[in-house]
Nanobody, 127 residues
Framework: VKLVESGGGSVQSGGSLRLSCRISGFTDTTYSMGWFRQRPGKEREGVAAIDHEGTTSYADSVKGRFTISQDNANQALYLQMNSLQPEDTAIYYC??????????????????????WGHGTQVTVSS
């Protein structure tokens, strides 16, 4: 299984970015996938997740600003990030997991334990 993120970069406060994650070799039909981030000096945290039923879950800090989506045909995961703020500056990681317990459980408990990880993409938001 391979996950490759793209779409990171530098943007000014209030701007938008769209992260993409290309997933190959993942064939499980029961799963959760999502985005985690690690801000400077902070622990890795969950940002957004989606499970095999299409249920989504978001961290409170990004609700209403970020949207997670998936393209099953192309095995891709996306994170649309709007109204970006300097506190969103972080390395963003794509992750996939074979757990059956849904998006919220995945986001809450798998910050370091997800089955598969990408290498991350840097997002920098300047004020």
């Amino acid at each position: 299984v391979k996950l490759v993120e793209s779409g990171g970069g530098s943007v000014q406060s209030g701007g938008s970015l769209r992260l993409s994650c290309r997933i190959s070799g993942f064939t499980d039909t029961t799963y959760s996938m999502g985005w985690f981030r690690q801000r400077p000096g902070k622990e890795r945290e969950g940002v957004a997740a989606i499970d095999h039923e299409g249920t989504t879950s978001y961290a409170d800090s990004v609700k209403g600003r970020f949207t997670i989506s998936q393209d099953n045909a192309n095995q891709a995961l996306y994170l649309q990030m709007n109204s970006l703020q300097p506190e969103d500056t972080a390395i963003y990681y794509c992750a996939a997991d074979r757990s059956p317990w849904g998006a919220t459980w995945f986001l809450t408990y798998r910050q370091r334990l997800a089955d598969y990880w990408g290498h991350g993409t840097q997002v920098t938001v300047s004020s």
